[in-house]
């Protein structure tokens, strides 16, 4: 038998040779600039433990102590992540140092006026949003790699002005009153704000781990909606006007339950809009230019799984807060009955492709209607049901 | 014959088919429930729907679906349909986990969508060594047999996954069973089996039957307590569609203050009750502060903050007449919230029963583009870059739009009427001021489902209402109208100058606007000039009508000033308002429907507190299934089970793989796998490995 290039027999004790790699596990897998990642984090919550000490209880404690390991591995695992938390980092320190506790100063530093103050800084984020979307589909119909990674580009600068935004009006809550700050996830405009950043990131990820920009042209299309919707609130309801937590938001189960549930939401969004994507490819239109079927039924599908996953316990973690505000964990209140019908309606389009396995077409159609079953849990049942939720009218 | 049905009942209840039929039933099921308000009192729906679909609706249970029986019947199937699932697939299932299918041929595994041949430089024994080293490395545990057609590697990974199903799906029958054991279905079964009768709302404790009480044993209910300041309570009132019942609970609760406290915007900040739990056999005490959020659990029961009611503020009131020909105040009234009391007079032959039912120390409202509020019409609108200028910097501009003001105690009450017919009103106890005149509110309608519709009074120039009521009398009161007009036309054409004529012209048509206004005001006018002017002149007759009720006003008010030995004043702008005002004012109260409007003077408040007490045993079976759920579903979706085969013949190295998941990460790793063992067996890569289609 003839001798080829022999590796080295892999003894268990040995190192790993490089085909094994991939199946290192993930803290063996780390580099320096890993740890360092990871240190940085630690000491970022140091400092805010520090610095908030404060204005936090136990539980805000334990939530940004669990956070570094979470961070962490999201990071560690999808590494343009890390950039944008050091961006976002950066503005929002930077504006909190430029407000010098005075929120006077939004209308007198021109850094806070146009850039860094939360209203502005959620404006260049809707701005970049609408601006992205454009380049997207322009790189999708002229086929320009260019302006697809000008699209990327931008929509990293967007979610990171979002994110700032959203921090630094966290921050503008407290200059407010010691008494008024809060987490700002606590009424409709806020958590637009939220959903525009979620569904931004979950679709940022996507595109990293799948190596392809050609979704990006109708998932951002649901941002746009989304931030269309943002500014009309804004600019004729005047929405954006931080008010204080009436008693039954009072909560540390808020500052779980919203944000769980918009990385539901944002899934479900990002699902629905690669099925639109998939029905399109699928009779042909754009079909060259799109990523190949099979690549877009399983973002899917990836999608909804996670949206599923953490829409669970979103509304798990809503039911422990109702058990608390309201004294029963259900009582089948509008809002949380149509959470109900958008959990059952993905049990079901799971069940229909991982036991039945169903593929094509009509899962992408299900996922179409999804999310509009999704929205109207989202701001129809806010719209045209009464309930408990005081969570903004329109 | 018999387990024939029961096999092919079996196969439908544990069938997919069957589930997914479930759930989208369940869906749509559960829409209903939210579109149709849910436990409203019966003659809102009878409203709504009208007498032909209103019975047709109950019988649907349409008025509380979730507690319909067949909603609990769907509920039912769906706990039935998972448990049998989940008995069914126990067994396969369990197989599957324990199994490395060593026993696989050769040509199943060529079949396998996921499958290459690979060369290895090495003789079999050490193939096979290798290969067994690169799968432990990679996470599998592996078997090896010896299959006859080569040495067999079997392994596995993330086959734990696939306890994720039963946790997921035992979850939903952990919940189902606790949340049945928390709804009012136990409640339901006692009524129907231990003859428990619910009874009427509103009635003193103490006349309610023992039929209508549950004991402190009742292991599951969920009821409000209502308890005013300085009073106890050791009931809970449970309300059921036809009527209540009364929950004893284990202990006393005895509320020492409640508090409300508001942001500087007027928004709520806090609700709270301070109260004492006395524990009924021991005798002890002890002090404990309710909050939205922060409930309180005592012997089982677990107390929350719910909402809060007024607890019996006693009201000092003048009932001040509205009777033309009998000004000034009817009575003095001490009025406690919660109670009624009888408001009659023989001579002016009416007689009601006056029911006080809230008040409220604080009223927060948004004044803004109320009518009068000049300062919006002032500046145009900001447009453009104008308006994005505006909504830059921080999030905390933007009060401009919002006015909220807090504008005082209010109260409101019923009258009702011999024939049992009742009209609320809402009276506010400070003037509340517009576009800078002051005016005192007061609200009225006919029906718990409307709107109020409010009446504004004018403030006279000392800041109270006398002139209003005296002005009001004046132009109503027929024996006070001759002299009214009289002093009216004679002061508009003073005699002696030759215009006796326009003089007595001028009698006649005062006379006779007066008359009409004293009907119902402005309709009573308006319909006049409808009857008798032609379209074209009706404009100037309307002028001349109004001009001459402002004169007269203006009169009746200079004569209410002469009585009260008071200097006339001199007609401007502001004077003219007030009189249009009062005029305005005047005709509203034609409708007002009460002899009387009651003026709040004092007041001394007292809120009451409601708790909601609950006790549910089926809660830590939900809490435990809702951990189970999140876990299984986290297991089923993100565990990934993956068979791996190398199959070791002299000359070839035969790998495929398998998973219980089609998804583009199966290919992916199958390539990366393939790489590994070829790297491992001194393998050429083979070019391109075969792939699932699309
Ligand atoms: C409210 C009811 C139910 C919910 C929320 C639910 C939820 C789920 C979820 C989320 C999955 C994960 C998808 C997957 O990984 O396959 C799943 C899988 C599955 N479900 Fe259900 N399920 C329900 C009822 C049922 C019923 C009644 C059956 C019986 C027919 C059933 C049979 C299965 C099976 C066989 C699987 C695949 C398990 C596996 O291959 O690992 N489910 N279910």
Request: charged content about 20%.
């Amino acid at each position: 038998m003839m001798e080829i290039a022999r590796p080295s027999p892999a003894t268990p004790a040995g190192p790993a040779p490089a085909a094994l790699r991939p199946h290192t596990p993930l803290l063996r897998r780390l580099g320096a600039f890993d740890w360092l990642y990871a240190l940085a984090l630690m000491l970022g919550a140091a400092f805010a433990l520090v610095r908030y000490h404060a204005v936090m209880d136990v539980y805000d404690d334990l939530i940004l102590v669990l956070q570094v390991p979470v961070l962490a591995v999201i990071g560690w695992q999808w590494k343009p992540f890390r950039a944008f938390l050091a961006a976002v980092a950066l503005l929002a320190l930077a504006s909190i140092a430029l407000y010098q506790g005075d929120l006077a100063r939004a209308e007198q530093t021109f850094l806070l006026k146009y850039l860094i103050s939360s209203q502005t800084a959620i404006m260049w984020m809707s701005a970049l949003i609408f601006i992205a979307t454009g380049a997207y589909w322009l790189g999708l119909l002229a086929r320009s790699d260019f302006a697809e990674r000008t699209g990327s580009a931008l929509t990293w600068i967007a979610a990171v002005m979002g994110a700032t935004g959203l921090f630094v009006r966290w921050y503008e809550s407290y200059l407010l009153g010691p008494e008024i700050g809060h987490i700002p996830i606590s009424n409709l405009y806020e958590v637009f704000v939220l959903f525009a950043l979620m569904t931004a990131l979950l679709y940022l990820y996507y595109e990293g781990r799948y190596a392809t920009r050609r979704m990006g042209a109708f998932v951002m299309i649901v941002i746009s909606a989304a931030v269309a919707f943002l500014l009309w609130y804004t600019f004729t309801r005047e929405a954006h006007e931080i008010q204080p937590l009436i008693p039954a938001l009072q909560s540390y189960w808020m500052k779980v339950h919203v944000p769980t549930n918009f990385i539901g939401y944002g899934a479900f969004a990002v699902s629905a809009m690669v099925g639109t994507a998939y029905l399109l490819a699928e009779r042909g239109i754009l079909a060259s230019r799109l990523p190949p079927l099979r690549v877009l039924e399983d973002v899917m599908y990836k999608a909804i799984a996670i949206g599923f996953a953490f829409f669970t316990i979103a509304t798990i973690l809503g039911a422990l807060w109702a058990a608390e505000a309201w004294g029963t964990y259900w009582q089948w209140d509008p809002k949380e009955t149509w959470a109900l019908i958008v959990w059952l309606n993905y049990a079901t389009w799971l069940h229909m492709r991982l036991t039945k396995g169903l593929r094509g077409a009509v899962l992408a159609w299900w996922a179409v209607a999804g999310l509009l079953v999704t929205t109207f849990a989202f701001i129809g049942v806010n719209m045209f049901l009464t309930g408990l939720h005081s969570y903004g009218a329109l | 014959m018999h387990s024939g049905i029961a096999r092919a009942l079996f196969e439908l209840f544990s069938s997919m088919r069957f589930a997914i039929s479930l759930l989208t039933i369940l869906s749509i099921a559960s829409v209903v429930g939210t579109v149709v308000r849910q436990n409203e009192p019966f003659n809102a729906y009878l409203n709504q729907f009208g007498p032909f679909w209103f019975p047709v609706f109950e019988k649907l249970g349409l008025y509380s679906v979730y507690n319909a029986g067949w909603f609990l019947v769907i509920l039912a199937f769906l706990v039935l349909s998972t448990t049998l699932c989940i008995v069914r697939q126990t067994a396969p299932m369990l197989r599957e986990m324990r199994s490395f299918r060593e026993r696989a041929r050769e040509a199943s595994l060529r079949s396998f969508a996921h499958r290459v041949s690979l060369v290895p430089a090495l003789p079999p024994a050490d193939a096979v060594e290798r290969a067994q080293a690169y799968l432990a490395h990679a996470g599998f545990t592996s078997r090896v047999a010896d299959n006859g057609e080569g040495t067999l590697l079997a392994a596995r990974q993330g086959s734990a996954g696939r306890i994720g199903y039963f946790f997921a799906h035992g979850a939903i029958v952990l919940i189902c069973i606790g949340g049945l054991l928390d709804g009012n279905l136990p409640l339901r079964l006692q009524v129907w089996l231990g003859d428990k009768h619910t009874t009427a709302a509103d009635q003193v404790i103490a006349n309610i039957p023992p039929s209508a009480r549950l004991g402190t044993g009742n292991p599951s209910f969920r009821g409000d307590v209502f308890i005013p300041e300085g009073r106890s309570t050791s009931f809970a009132v449970l309300g059921l569609a036809d009527g209540i019942l009364l929950q004893e609970l284990p202990f006393n609760v005895t509320l020492d203050k409640f508090h409300i406290e508001h942001y500087q915007n007027g928004m709520p900040k806090r609700f709270a009750s301070d109260i004492r739990i006395t524990d009924r056999s021991s005798g002890q005490t002890t002090r404990h502060t309710i909050e939205v959020n922060h409930p309180l659990t005592v012997d089982g029961v677990t107390l929350y903050q719910s909402s809060f009611e007024d607890g019996g503020s006693k009201l000092a009131i003048k009932a001040r007449s509205l009777l033309p020909g009998r000004p000034g105040v009817l009575r003095e009234i001490e009025g406690v919230v919660g109670e009624s009391l009888a408001f009659a007079d023989g001579a002016a032959g009416f007689s009601y029963t006056l029911e006080f039912t809230d008040f409220r120390a604080f009223n927060v409202e948004d004044m803004r583009g109320n009518e009068g509020g000049q300062g919006d019409e002032g500046e145009a609108a900001p447009r453009g870059m104008d308006k994005l200028q505006r909504h830059l910097g921080s999030g905390a501009k933007g009060a401009e739009v919002r006015d909220l003001r807090n504008i005082g105690p209010s109260f409101t009450f019923k009258l009702r009427d011999p024939a049992g017919q009742a009209r609320e009103f809402h009276n506010y106890m400070l003037p509340i001021e517009q576009g800078g005149r002051w005016f005192l509110y007061t609200g009225l309608r006919d029906a718990q489902a409307d709107a109020f519709r409010y009446m504004r009074i004018p403030l006279d120039e000392r800041g109270g209402v006398d002139a209003w009521f005296a002005i009001r009398d004046r132009l109503l009161d027929p024996a006070q109208r001759d002299a009214l007009v009289a002093r009216f036309a004679a002061r508009s054409f003073p005699a002696g100058r030759g215009q006796d004529a326009m003089r007595e012209a001028l009698v006649q048509s005062a006379r006779q606007t007066l008359g009409l206004f004293a009907e119902k005001g402005y309709e009573t006018l308006g319909g006049f000039i409808e009857k008798s002017v032609p379209e074209a002149e009706r404009g100037p007759a309307a002028d001349v009508l109004v001009r001459i009720l402002q004169g007269l006003a203006w009169e009746a008010w200079m004569l209410h000033r002469e009585a009260g030995g008071e200097p006339p004043l001199q007609l401007d702008p502001a004077r003219a308002t007030f009189v249009n005002d009062t005029i305005a004012a005047i005709s509203d109260s034609q409708f007002y429907g009460a002899p009387a409007w009651l003026q709040l003077d004092g007041f001394e408040e007292r809120h009451a507190t409601v708790l909601q007490a609950t006790r549910s045993p089926g809660m830590p079976l939900v809490y435990l299934g809702a951990l189970l759920l999140v876990l299984g579903v986290f297991a089923m979706l993100y565990i990934r089970e993956r068979r791996l085969f190398v199959l070791v013949k002299p000359n070839e190295a035969l790998v495929a793989m398998s998973s219980n998941r089609r998804a583009l990460d199966v290919d992916e790793a199958f390539r990366q796998h393939v790489e590994g063992l070829a790297a491992m067996l001194g393998a050429p890569v083979p070019a391109s490995e075969p792939r699932e289609g699309a």
